[in-house]
């Protein structure tokens, strides 16, 4: 079972981007390297990024998350 906790962004076994937010499974990934996409539990945004801070930031802003901020 995967924790639920909030998470920083990670690069996954299979080279995607991921991260945990308020329950949510966020996940970034290229295609051939051409195009990020987006993908928010099981539903992949209709948008395209040219880099991965664009898909991330696209992912975080889907569900209101705030950059990671580690606790003091």
């Known amino acids: 079972m995967y924790s639920t906790n909030d998470t920083d962004w990670d690069i996954s076994a299979k080279g995607n981007y991921w991260r945990r937010y ?4 966020l996940v970034t990934g290229t295609k051939f390297g051409d195009f990020y996409w987006v993908k928010v539990d099981n ?30």
């Open 22 to 25: 308020d329950g949510k499974l």
């Open 43 to 72: 539903e992949f945004l209709d948008d395209q990024y040219l880099t991965l801070e664009e898909a991330q930031d696209a992912a975080d802003a889907e569900v209101g998350a705030q950059p990671w901020r580690e606790e003091p």
